[in-house]
């Protein structure tokens, strides 16, 4: 938000300084996030006299100009602007000065060969205005030589940036108050200017949703003349970032700026019947003051007459009911809207605006009627016009919140000793009345008080966080014990072994659009979703991590990165039985666009796959110390995944580790994504925890006797998993065989129809004594055996 320092000192009677008041700012919770000071950006431009002025010898539209600057020997300056003539007095730019337009540093030079020590500015060049067409034409009692910054008048800017919470300091009268608070100057009372209401309101103002709009105000002002605004008051808009459009436009922007309350003024002419606030209709549209045309529904909350809809409730007017040079009658509205309505339909419709910003923080449900007075005032003062009397249709909130106050929470938990009457004196200073026992009433417009640790903010920031002593925390005597839990160390473990295996770590929204949420939700249950979200496109807490990483992937593709290999370890989102939320921890991983790419020996590029997938989900089950020789891999990866080419790591049929595999062609779709891409979500609460580990690993002791190998070639049915013929291998003689491994798979010519072959290499390590031909044998046996229970049988 910004304001001048002008405007501020409107209602802050004050002497402290441009830094003084930032000073005071940063230091009550109101961020200073700049501050521009038009003084600045002229200097070097001085007022000046035209003393004599002739044609240049080289150039038919350019002149040479005698200027006195008030000091020492008349300067010579070339000047092209047709209004440059003796005895007229402008402004100079010497040379050293920064045109504010352009940046050009004026500097001593010869144009057309003749010497020219700085230049006549147009007001376009300061900055000061559109005109362009000559230099700029000051009285004739100017004084010469004087800044021109000290002539014109600077007028520091201030740019602050106001928390939602605050909602009473959207304008700049409710920041004067706070840094009255401070000490820093009075408050000064609103003034009010003088009118006399005339008659009964010739429109029906009513409400017929007390829910989205508790109150609804308005009157009639007719024989208005309305134009351009006086400098005073386009001044004060420009100085925040306002365009001054029209007088009575202008007027309703500087209730809003200035104290913090939305207002609105329509052309009575272009009326019809009563003027309501109601729910829309089913499809009802309305062309807004931003030329867009928006449909509306029954949610939605809208100011109509008896032909249609005039504007959306506390958020933007309509286009053909605003105010014109022609206007002569007017009507003022002023409400109350329920905040969390407007939030909906702005976020709904994607529509900002400065009024929206306010209602849905909360506006000040008692200055309804000083806030129309005022409006009235100012048109009636610098418009004319006869107002009618007030419509009050409906009641805005009127029970202020009562808080029961100890004193003594500050020092408790403010760490800071406030003497009780300067503690009283500040919360008396920002509206609050502090009744006997320390009932505190609050004001209507601080919505952002909840109890008592809300006052104890207010006395602190106003007395000064600074004064808020550093204190150690409390150190536990010896030395210091591990303070990681469990999770947070499996976590860091795995965020090492997942980089340490090329990837990269991603940091994604923990909300989703309902439509990505629902897309990876189990289907039996839906997610969260949020009331009051920031956007429509975060609206829903995530089911998975897939979903983030898969946009963040595309976003990747769409800029031209050719590989993405990213990870995250984040929470997952659901409904627990009991209806409250349950966040469980989980490693995701996407892999997109180029394995290996194009090259004179590898040729193609080679896309992810499955079996990488696969290999990355085992290495970093492997690092979390889950038991990975007795996993079992077994479908039902999700509907997300891709059916011929997704399992699952389970430990047992029921407890899934891991789902890894390709996404689903439709997943991608939904997503606006090119294939194929790789996925893996762990399940990070799944891992068993290690049982009885020690401080330090075990000493590894190298086994005595070679190890010793054996091939085993196996006719299998053709469903039989590879990893389930390993399992059953390595549990044939747990003692010898240390490893399986296999090395090949075929099926085609010389292999039964509905069988395959699987080869096997077993690894077999003997202990106290080598093996003996006997053993070997038995040992083979056993494999042989275990694997016919599988219905396999050895190949000869």
Known sequence: MKFSLTWLKDHLETTATVAEICDALNAIGLEVEGVEDPAEKLAGFRVAKVLTAARHPDADKLQVLTVDTGEGEPLQVVCGAPNARAGMKGVLGLPGAVVPANGMVLRKSAIRGVESNGMMCSTRELELGEDHDGIIELPEDAPVGTSFADYHGSDPVIEVAVTPNRPDCMGVYGIARDLAAKGLGALKPIAVPAFSASGACPVEIRTDDPEGCPAFYGRVITDVRNGPSPDWLQARLKSAGQRPISLLVDLTNYLMLGFGRPAHVYDLAKLSGAVVARRAVEGEQVLALNEKTYTLDPEIVVIADDKGVHDIAGIMGGEHSGVSESTTDVLLEIAYFDPARIGATGRKLGLSSDARTRFERGVDPAFLDEGLDLLTGLIVELAGGTPSEVVRAGS?????????????????????????????????????????????????????????????????????????????????????????????????????AAAASGLNEAVTWSFLPEWAANHFSDGNDTPWVLANPISEDMKAMRPSLLPGLLMAAKRNADRGAASSRLFEIG????????????????????????????????????????????????????????????????????????????ATLRLGPKTVLARFGMVHPATLKAFDADGPIAAVELFLDAIPAKKGAAFARASFTPPALQAVTRDFAFLVPQGLAAGDLVRAVQGADKAAITAVRVFDVFAGQGVPEGRKSIAVEVTLQPGEASFKDADLKAIAEKVVAAAAKLGGELRG
């Open 571 to 646: 929470r997952r989102y659901f409904r627990a039985a009991d209806g409250l939320s349950d966040e469980k921890p989980t490693l995701g991983i996407v892999l997109a666009g180029e394995k290996t790419p194009r090259g004179w020996q590898s040729g193609k590029a080679k896309p992810f796959d499955a079996y990488d997938a696969k290999a990355l989900a085992l290495e970093l089950l492997e690092a979390a110390g889950a038991p990975t020789a007795n996993l079992m891999v077994m479908g039902e990866a999700g509907p997300q995944f891709h059916p011929g080419q997704s």
């Open 396 to 496: 805005p909130p009127s029970e202020p919140k009562l808080v029961a106050f100890d004193p003594g929470l500050t020092t408790r938990l403010g760490g800071v000793e406030v003497a009780e009457a300067e503690q009283k004196r500040i919360l008396e200073s920002l509206g609050f009345a502090v009744g006997e026992g320390w009932q505190v009433t609050c004001p209507l417009r601080r919505h952002d008080i909840e109890g008592p640790a809300d006052l104890v903010e207010e006395v602190v920031r106003i007395h000064g966080l600074d004064k808020v002593a550093s204190v150690a925390l409390p150190r536990v005597e010896g030395v210091a014990r591990p303070t990681a839990t469990p999770q947070q160390k499996l976590e860091r473990g795995l965020r090492r």
